[in-house]
T-cell receptor
């Protein structure tokens, strides 16, 4: 079956702009989590959505937001971009959102902020 | 404050050798500890995971050793192969929530 897909794969924006990233989970998966990966900070949890509701949230400013649609597809939005937002943004899906479920990660969206 | 500390940052091992990566945590509420493998250009992929009620779990060439009293766990890769060259991350979560704290990663290079 198809894996987790993320679009776009690469994105270049300038400071102050906003960006929307998309994640399509594996068919049948109801939980989608988002992570930011940078060389300095590693993998950091942003938030998790389950059945269109945000269940968990990491320690990121309010500029980072997300949503999940009824088909489980999720979007992540970053407003007023800063240079430090340059990162690989990964989404992961699980069947039921339980920690012991296998998390399947997408290939990520590489965001560069100039 | 990093909740999960991972070492070493990088590791070079000869083919056929044993690769050992260590992680330590502070929060005793953590109750699930997975390890992920990431190749360049790909997202992380789950390798193996353990709960704190067991001290060791083995799957093929991969073994997790868990020391609850020391709050440490480690990944052992036996008979390391060049194809194992990747970045490895440990992680932890608590209370069955799908929120993971990741270590900083170890870049493993297995020399042929």
């Amino acid at each position: 079956k198809a894996g987790v897909t993320q679009t776009p794969r690469y994105l270049i924006k300038t400071r102050g702009q906003q960006v929307t990233l998309s994640c399509s989970p594996i068919s049948g998966h109801r939980s989608v989590s988002w992570y930011q990966q940078t060389p300095g900070q590693g993998l950091q949890f942003l938030f998790e959505y389950f059945s269109e509701t945000q269940r968990n949230k990491g320690n990121f400013p309010g500029r980072f937001s997300g949503r999940q649609f009824s088909n489980s597809r999720s979007e992540m939005n970053v407003s007023t971009l800063e240079l430090g937002d340059s990162a690989l943004y990964l989404c992961a899906s699980t069947i039921s959102g339980v920690s012991t479920d296998t998390q399947y990660f997408g290939p990520g969206t590489r965001l560069t902020v100039l | 404050q990093q909740q999960v500390k991972q070492s070493p940052q990088s590791l070079i091992v000869q083919k056929g050798g044993i690769s050992i990566i260590n992680c330590a945590y502070e929060n005793t509420a953590f109750d699930y500890f997975p390890w992920y493998q990431q190749f360049p250009g790909k997202g992380p992929a789950l390798l193996i995971a353990i709960r704190p009620d067991v001290s060791e779990k083995k799957e093929g060439r991969f073994t997790i050793s868990f020391n609850k009293s020391a709050k440490q766990f480690s990944l052992h890769i036996m008979d390391s192969q060049p194809g194992d060259s990747a970045t490895y991350f440990c992680a932890a979560s608590k209370g069955n929530f799908n929120k993971f704290y990741f270590g900083s990663g170890t870049k493993l290079n297995v020399k042929p």
